[in-house]
């Protein structure tokens, strides 16, 4: 019998073979990996030896091996190049895997080894350094978080919640892509397009010929706004595009209504059952906040500032479209062109401008790695001998101050129909000094491909996204801590986001700004009275940005707090449920609908953000506050990247998350500079 290709640990930082592992292979690693760590789990539960840190937790964290490494590598590829075959495996064996984690979460025998080695710590018989302490302590509040103390019929009850949860979760993902695949704009008259940059009709161009049509497809992406709206003169136009995006999920093979609600409620009885209020009180018990008190607080205290400055935009644009449109009034599919076109107006620059100047390449390797350079010491070496998850990876290893190769970085920038949208960052091995490993991690986003020969021209919210997810990369690329589950980006929700908003602050670095935006033909650095303007016009369009951001957190933690009884009981009652929730905050602003809304809101609907979408917030009063201290200190400094790596971003979870924030900074975070910077105070 062959061994599983996914087990196979024989190429440089053990990257799993993608090349040699069909989907068959990735359902039999899932399998398997389940089946030897529970036998692994299963000889530290009948250990009769007293527990020791090495027999219960160092052995903990070795179990799993196999299991680990298909679930990083599959849901790596499930996201990024996702096939029927991979589709259906996902749905297979999400509701197996749930039963796994309960497995193990629900048994007795583990739970009662971590109670019995925390009571030989307690008096004393044996001492745990920082590290084991930490995780000994996570390991135990998970057990009573989860479930471990419910009577037998109720963690019956709980199982078979889970996994139906899981499975629900999974079918969101299938139907939610084809459904954004589905919503394309489809346009025959070349005249409808005006506004649209060569590269944006190449792009739709070759949409419509992969789905055997004539003429242009405006693809949708993952969120309410459209970023083609900013461009497309043709009122009309722009109309359908935005109907088509908020109606996705609504109608057709496609309509996600029905798994939303059965979603909603089972969460909502998952956590009574555990001794929660609400499906939010049992997320934010996990995170930085604690309580859902501390989350609404936040919340109610940015909302209503962002809807007046937002209502404020609004009466500037209805000024520009009346000057097109007599008598008209400005609709949700106005706004993004005529804040383009006021904000070109008022600052003399606009995207369209800058593009030329934002080539991917300079901004990958003189801004995001020269950044990273610049603070960390770390270097960036091509990798052309090793492949990634699909052919248009690009793989580069990391290399430390002393020259000393520490991990692998792998890069994903374009779009295709079977990748999720928007940008993440995964892991596909985490660094670990228990088991000797060094770190790999991916970067993905959704570029517009460009035509052979030519370069990839990104927008001024592209670059922004790139140093965002490459900042979740450092996090995990950084990495120094001894156990793989507390690695890297393996935080709280609420913290997780952190270190990425913070990276953001190195694209608007006015230094490392003429080192990578330069022109793609020329060479030529962008003129300094173009920086000096972007730079001025960095929150322009605040009231925009917060009211929709702030609108899709305050959604997501209606849904979830909501008590049961008062829960959408059919799919027909989703949308005025929508518009009650958002009514009830005062921030039901017809102009500027949430940028996720119900029906294809992804983070919370997929499982990994429910009732945690509020967290990018939380996390930027930590970076608002991070950057204020880089600010104070003579921002990009070897000093300052060496402090804020040693104490933090090294660190992963291997202590509690605020405490390494403390190391970091001195104290805790104000909450100013983050309502300073929205223009809140």
Not at 569 to 585: C, G, M, Q, T, V
Request: proline share 5%; net charge negative.
């Amino acid at each position: 019998m062959n061994p599983n290709p996914v087990a196979s640990t024989a190429l440089p930082y053990a990257l799993q073979d993608f090349a040699h592992i069909t989907a068959d292979d990735w359902r039999a690693a899932l399998s398997d990996g389940m089946a030897e760590q529970l036998a692994e789990l299963d000889a530290i539960a009948t250990d009769t030896t007293p527990p020791t840190a090495e027999n219960v937790l160092d052995a903990w964290e070795r179990s799993g091996q196999l299991l680990d490494r298909a679930t990083m590598g599959f849901w790596t590829l499930k996201e990024a190049d996702t096939t029927a075959a991979l589709d259906a495996i996902e749905e297979e064996m999400s509701p197996k895997l749930a039963a796994h984690n309960d497995a193990i979460m629900l048994d007795r025998r583990l739970y009662d080894r971590l109670v019995s080695l925390d009571a030989r710590v307690t008096v004393g018989e044996i001492s745990l350094d920082e590290q084991a302490a930490w995780l000994l302590s996570e390991k135990l509040r998970d057990y009573r978080r989860l479930g471990v103390n419910l009577p037998e019929a109720e963690q019956t009850t709980l199982r078979e919640l889970n996994e139906r949860i899981a499975t629900l979760e999974a079918k969101w993902n299938t139907v939610v892509v084809a459904g954004r695949n589905e919503a394309a704009l489809h346009i025959e008259d070349a005249s409808l397009l005006a506004g649209l940059a060569p590269e944006d009709l190449r792009a739709a161009s070759e949409a419509a010929t992969r789905r055997g049509l004539t003429g242009w497809v405006l693809d949708v992406v993952n969120t309410t706004g459209q970023p083609l709206l900013g461009k497309l003169a043709n009122r009309d136009v722009r109309r359908c595009l935005h109907q088509a995006s908020v109606g996705r999920g609504l109608t057709g093979d496609h309509d996600t209504r029905p798994l939303i609600v059965e979603l909603a409620r089972l969460r909502s009885q998952r956590a009574t059952l555990l001794g929660f209020a609400h499906h939010a009180e049992f997320v934010a018990s996990d995170g930085c906040a604690k309580t859902t008190e501390a989350v609404n607080a936040i919340l109610h205290r940015v909302a209503r500032p962002a809807i007046e400055n937002a209502r404020r935009e609004a009466s500037v644009l209805q000024e520009a479209l009346s000057q097109d449109h007599p008598g008209e009034s400005l609709e949700p599919w106005d706004w993004q062109f005529y804040a383009e076109r006021v904000r070109a107006a008022t600052f003399s620059l606009d995207d369209e401008v800058l593009r030329p100047y934002l080539s991917f390449e300079h901004v990958l390797v003189d801004g995001v790695f020269a950044a990273a350079t610049g603070l960390y010491g770390i270097t960036f070496v091509p990798c052309d001998h090793l492949c990634g998850y699909t052919d248009e990876c690009r793989v580069y290893e990391v290399h430390d101050t002393d020259g000393r190769a520490m991990a692998l970085i792998i890069l994903d920038p374009y779009a295709r129909p079977t990748k999720q949208g928007g940008a993440w960052m995964t892991s596909l091995v985490d660094q670990s000094q228990l088991l000797g490993q060094l770190p790999v991690v991916t970067n993905n986003c959704n570029l517009v491909r460009p035509a052979p020969g030519k370069p990839t021209l990104m927008s001024w919210d592209n670059v922004i996204t790139l140093f965002h997810e490459f900042g979740h990369d450092l996090h995990g690329l950084l990495s120094q801590v001894r156990y793989p589950s507390r690695s890297g980006t393996a935080t709280p929700r609420d913290f997780v986001e952190y270190p990425s908003q913070v990276n953001e602050m190195w694209a608007w670095d006015p230094t490392l700004l003429r080192s990578y935006a330069r022109h793609h033909e020329t060479g030529e650095p962008v003129p300094q009275e173009w920086i000096d303007t972007l730079l001025a016009a960095r929150h322009a369009g605040e009231g925009y940005a917060a009211t929709e951001t702030f609108g899709s957190m305050i959604l997501d933690q209606v849904w979830h707090q909501t008590p049961f009884d008062e829960l959408p009981s059919s799919p027909d009652e989703i949308e005025d449920f929508e518009k009650r929730a958002l009514a009830s905050w005062q921030i039901d602003f017809p102009l500027v609908p949430p940028r996720y809304r119900t029906a294809y809101f992804s983070h919370i609907w997929s499982g990994s953000y429910a009732a945690g979408y509020y967290s990018y917030l939380w996390s930027e009063v930590m970076d608002a506050d991070t950057v204020a201290w880089f600010t104070e200190n003579g921002r990009m400094t070897r000093a300052n990247g060496d402090h804020f790596r040693r104490t933090l971003l090294s660190r992963g979870s291997s202590i509690d998350v605020m405490t390494s924030y403390r190391l970091f900074r001195g104290a805790d975070p104000d909450v100013r500079h983050v309502l300073e910077r929205r223009g809140l105070v």
